[in-house]
Structure formats: structure tokens, C-alpha cells
């Protein structure tokens, strides 16, 4: 685990030297620095830098590519909180609401600029320079495409468990995806080992957001988040969609209904929810399922050179699942 | 005129073409589609085609990234609308009026995405395809600071007509600028064409900006647009900053404080700030201002090489300013 925590150190690092370059106009760039001061997993550039390495031997080649792709990350936090109307991310105010909506919207978009200036950075490393651009611009859309369905669902009364995987494959997988094939190609990685770190970055991708959404119900605060607070939203997650789809017109249905047709339940309605799901055995599929995910991914790793860097996306895998700390 | 004509209409067939291909999710994609059917002078994609003809002698070379710096412009004025609050553009209902501001905020990010999308395709031609994207993401960072300027401009007392000035080169002139210099360089001018059209752009941006602010005051109703807009709004023009800079303690000068102090004006007002100009001759002084920068722009324009394309570029100058059209 030491090895991941001095990677860490070294994105923090660059992100601080990446920000200093953008003070003016303050109104602009401020509330980049207060959201990067926040902090965060920075599970994104470490999985660029470490396909990097993997490819090549040295993960520093990739460090700007890396900044580049948090701070893309970053971008979906700050528009995703107006459109969610979030009020606080990481136990802080969300920029739109320590500033307002006009400043986050803005402070979102020169965020991608300043993130594409990264990439032009270390790009010219890469015997195809375009393709760096091309993973990242992928990334780009399809987090788009998965928030329009995100949002869409949010009002849809049918929506499928195959509905919400796709749904988080855009949202959150492509990119993890974009992540490691931005630092893979910055590498100079044969196409089968990109093959190799995609396939990874797209399990750990599902994996993650199945875990995440179930740390919601089960606990949350400790992530400065309200718990449940998905089911207050009425968040079609995969929990969910599995426990209506499992008690259909039995026990707790009525409960269910509630939940789709109020788009949405009070808060003290959450321990009945999560106690219909524990009866139901919601959880502990959402386990078995988050589990296999994650040997799938494990298993795509073999095809990537072994070494230092592959030993490290190992143990990233299970940190980001709470295994290890 | 007749070449400007045609080039547009390949600009439109290309504008239809790119979009062809974003159909799902509709909520995400159909407002594009429905911004762009709004119709548009293309002036910036005509830019980049007519820089790179004029470099390498075909337009063609430049199309997809054309329409990726037309893409860029029209991502700024989903996202701008937002943040004016302005409910009309091009006499139809703008993106988060007719939608909704998330979907707004949504289209206006995945704009970009697929405008870097373009721009791959085009790039290829470069000698080094990074500056190409180099000078997209100026204009991208630049059109951001230049908006952040505008939006603190508003609620400022003090905005001298540098100020504004210093605005509307990153706001206007920053994005021509862009597209000149991503069509010059897939056509890969050597630098000195390269900086002599970038100049040229800089000129006719801030030209036009302030053509267009003399236009809202004195015939906006034919854009689609109020008439007199600007001063409802309270936008400190260059008009209003040097009527406020001319009239000092004279006559006029409380309702020029009364524009500053609350923010705009009322409606009923326009026709005496509109006489309050002419008395004091600003009407004229931002005539010959324009005058003098289209000038400038066409001498920069010497040392583009003779022919077809430097023709245009002259053409589309005085188009731009309401001499031909």
C-alpha cells in the first residue's frame, strides 16, 4: 500500500503546480483550487500513472496526463451537483452553493480546457499522439451520455438492472477506462495490453459505483454524505431495481411502489427500506455481484506485463472495494 | 460573395453530417440538433476553412474542424444563455428554455466532446497535430475568462473601456483567433501566416463585438433580438462606459448613474440613452473605431499569400460589418 500512497503524494503535488499557473480572473479559478483542496480517492490519475508504468516502465511520463484526468473527473463532480442540487461534497459546500450556479457551470468548462492543456503536455511521449485525445474525448462523452440517462431514469418507472449497468458503465466505467488508456497509450502499450487495462478499468468501474451505492445505504456519513440519501433522491440503483424486481406483489411491495411513483422516499422511511432489502437478500447479492466483478477484473490484469505497477492496481482493486486501507 | 455563399452551404452539409451520428440519448443529443437547425453567419467555421485554404489551397482539409470550432461556439452560447438568462436566440426559444437548465448544462459539455471529436479527424494533417489542439483549447480557456469577465462586470461600478476592451478580446476575438489558427495550421502555414491571420482575427473580433453592441442599441429587432437589450440588461458596453466617461457631472450624466447604480435601465429609457449618445457623438466615435480596426485587420491580411482564399477572408471582413451581403 505505501507504493500507492507515494503515488498519491505525487498527484497531489501536481495538482497544486497544475492550479498555480490559473489565479485570474479569481472568480473563475478559485473554486477549482477550494474543490481540489477538498481532496478525494484520486482513483483516476492512479490508474493513468500506473498504466503508464506498466507499459513503460515510468509512471512520471504520464503525470500531466494524469492531472488531466482528474481534473476531468472533477468537472462531472461540479455540474453534477448543480443538476442534482447537491449540497455538499466531501463534508464542503458544493461550489454552486459556496458560489452560485453561473460560477460552477463556468468553472466547469474551463476545467476540460485546462485538463486538454495537460494532455497536450504529454501527448508528443505517445508514437500516436492523437489517440491520447481520443481516449480522453471518449471519456468526455460518454460520462455525458451516462448523466443525460442518470437523470432520465430518475423519472422512469421501468427502468431494468441492465438499464442501470449500462447506465454506470457511461457514467463511471468509460472513465476509469479513459483513465488507464490515456496513460497505457502515453506508455506506448501494445494494443492488447490496453485491451487488457480497459476490460480492468471497466469491471473496477462497475464494481466501484455497486459498492458506492450500497456504502450509501449502509454507511454513508462517513463519507460527508447523508445516509440513504440516494433512496431520498429516488436513485434508481441497482438495489433498488433488484428489490422491486424480487418482491414484486409480496411483502413491501407497497413500499417499493412508493419509492418509483414518489420518485423518492422521507428519510425515516430508509430503515424499513434497508431492512426489506437485508430480509430480501438484496445486500448480499449486491455483494456476490460487486465480488465477481472484482475477480474479473483481477483476472484481466494477468495480461498485463507483471511488475511493480501491476502489483499496485492490485492493491488499488481492493482498497477501492474497502478491503485494505 | 458568391464563394462565401457556397462555402457555407458545405459548412451546413457538414454541420447536418457530424450530428447525424449523435442520435441516443435524444435528451442529451436533440437540442444540438435543434440549436444548430437555428441557423448561425458560420462566420468562425468559415474562418478555419478559409485559413487553411489559404495555406494550402484546399478548404476541404479543414471541414471537420470547422465544424468543430462552429461546435465550440455553440456550446458558449447554450452555456452563456444560461448564465444571461436570456430566453430568445435567433427568434426561437433558447436550449434551457425550451428544455431545462440541466439539459442545457449537459448538451453544452458534450458539445465540447464531440467538437474534440472533429478536431482528431482534421488534425492528422498537421505536421504536429498537437498545435491544432493547442489552439482549439485557447479558445476554449480564453472564451471561459472572457464570459467570468463579463458576468463581474455586471455588478462593477468601475469598468473602464480597457477593461471591456481587454473582455471582449478573450470573449470574441480569442475564439476567431482559434479558428483561424486550427485551420492554418491543418493547411501548416508557416508562422508568420499563421500569426499575421491570427491578428487579422483579433482585429475583426473585437470589430464585430463592437458592431454588434452599436446593432443592439440601433437595430437589434431584426436578430431576433430587444432592441436596446444591453442596457435593460445593464451590460457595460464600450458605449456606455464612454458615455459615462464623456458626460462626467453634465447633462446626462444622472441617467448614466442610474445605469450603473441599479444595473440596467427600463425599456421606456432606451430612446434617451440612444439621444444621450448621439448628442455626445459615441455613436460616432464606435464607428470609427470599428473603421479603424477593420482596417487593421485587412492590412494583417498583406501578408496572407495572394488568391482565392485572402479574397474571401477580405469579403467575409466587410460582410461582417454590414457592407455586403
Chains 1, 2 share one sequence.
Request: glycine letters at 8%; charged letters at 20%.
Amino acid at each position: 500500500m505505501i507504493f500507492v500512497e507515494s503515488y498519491k503524494a505525487i498527484i497531489e503535488e501536481g495538482l497544486r503546480e497544475a492550479l498555480s499557473t490559473y489565479l485570474h480572473p479569481g472568480q473563475l479559478y478559485d473554486p477549482i483550487r477550494y474543490l481540489i483542496e477538498g481532496g478525494g480517492k484520486r482513483v483516476r490519475p492512479l490508474l493513468t500513472l500506473l498504466a503508464c508504468e506498466a507499459a513503460c516502465g515510468e509512471a512520471g511520463r504520464a503525470l500531466n496526463a494524469a492531472i488531466a484526468v482528474e481534473m476531468l473527473h472533477a468537472f462531472t463532480l461540479v455540474h453534477d451537483d448543480i443538476m442534482d442540487n447537491s449540497e455538499m461534497r466531501r463534508s464542503r459546500l458544493t461550489v454552486h452553493k459556496k458560489w452560485n450556479a453561473n460560477t460552477a457551470i463556468l468553472t466547469g468548462d474551463v476545467m476540460i480546457g485546462i485538463a486538454l492543456r495537460l494532455l497536450g503536455k504529454d501527448a508528443h511521449h505517445c508514437v500516436q499522439p492523437l489517440n491520447v485525445f481520443e481516449a480522453f474525448t471518449n471519456g468526455l462523452i460518454f460520462v455525458c451520455e451516462g448523466q443525460a440517462l442518470d437523470m432520465w431514469h430518475l423519472n422512469s418507472p421501468h427502468v431494468t438492472s441492465d438499464d442501470y449497468l449500462a447506465m454506470i458503465d457511461l457514467k463511471t466505467a468509460k472513465l476509469l477506462e479513459a483513465a488507464v488508456e490515456v496513460g497505457a497509450s502515453i506508455g506506448n502499450a501494445s494494443d492488447q495490453h490496453i485491451t487488457a487495462l480497459k476490460d480492468f478499468a471497466h469491471d473496477i468501474g462497475l464494481a466501484f459505483q455497486l459498492n458506492d451505492d450500497l456504502l450509501d445505504l449502509t454507511g454513508g456519513e462517513q463519507f460527508g454524505k447523508t445516509a440513504g440519501g440516494d433512496i431520498i433522491q429516488g436513485k434508481r440503483t441497482w438495489l433498488m431495481i433488484t428489490l422491486r424486481d424480487t418482491v414484486l406483489d409480496g411483502r413491501g411491495s407497497s413500499l417499493v411502489s412508493e419509492f418509483f411513483k414518489n420518485n423518492g422516499l422521507d428519510r425515516s422511511r430508509i430503515p424499513e427500506v434497508r431492512s426489506l432489502m437485508e430480509t430480501n437478500g438484496i445486500l448480499e447479492k449486491a455483494k456476490a455481484l460487486i465480488e465477481s466483478l472484482t475477480l474479473a477484473a483481477q483476472s484481466h490484469l494477468s495480461a498485463v506485463p507483471d511488475g511493480n505497477a501491476r502489483k499496485n492496481l492490485e492493491l488499488l482493486t481492493l482498497q477501492l472495494m474497502g478491503r485494505q486501507h
